[in-house]
C-alpha cells in the first residue's frame, strides 16, 4: 500500500476553535448530497489538507448508518485525494475541508465516491493559478 493512500490522524481536522473558524469564515457550495465548506490560507503547515467528515444526527438517525456513510466518504476521498494536495503544495497553500452529508437516506458507494471525484475538481478549479 502506497503512503499517499492513507489517511492518518494529521489530515483529519480536529479542534472546536478551527472547526468553528472554518464554519464561520469559509465559503460553501454543494454537490447534493454534499455540502463542503472549505477556507483556503497560505499559512504553511504540516499537512495541506485537513478534513472534517460529517453526517447528522438529524438526518440520519442511527449511528450504525451514519458510521457506514463516514467510511464510505473517507474511503472515496482516501483513494482519490492525491491530486488535491499535489497541487495545494504546488501553490503553498493550506486548506481546510468540511464535507456533510445532507441526504436522509444512505447512498451507493459508487455514487458517493463520483460526487467525491466531483467536489475534488471543483476544488482543483478553484485554487489560484
Do not use: W
Not at 107 to 121: A, R
Amino acid at each position: 500500500m502506497s503512503k499517499s493512500n492513507t489517511f492518518p490522524k494529521n489530515e483529519k481536522l480536529c479542534g472546536e476553535i478551527r472547526i468553528g473558524k472554518l464554519f464561520a469564515e469559509g465559503e460553501a457550495f454543494i454537490v447534493y448530497p454534499l455540502r463542503i465548506v472549505y477556507k483556503l490560507s497560505t499559512e504553511v503547515q504540516d499537512v495541506p489538507v485537513k478534513v472534517l467528515i460529517s453526517v447528522p444526527k438529524k438526518k440520519i438517525k442511527t449511528a450504525i448508518h451514519r458510521n457506514r456513510i463516514k467510511r464510505q466518504i473517507k474511503e472515496a476521498y482516501r483513494l482519490n485525494k492525491t491530486t488535491l494536495i499535489e497541487s495545494c503544495r504546488e501553490h503553498g497553500l493550506s486548506l481546510q475541508l468540511a464535507i456533510t452529508y445532507l441526504s436522509d437516506k444512505s447512498l451507493d458507494y459508487k455514487l458517493i465516491e463520483e460526487k467525491i471525484k466531483q467536489v475534488l475538481t471543483k476544488m482543483l478549479q478553484l485554487m489560484p493559478s
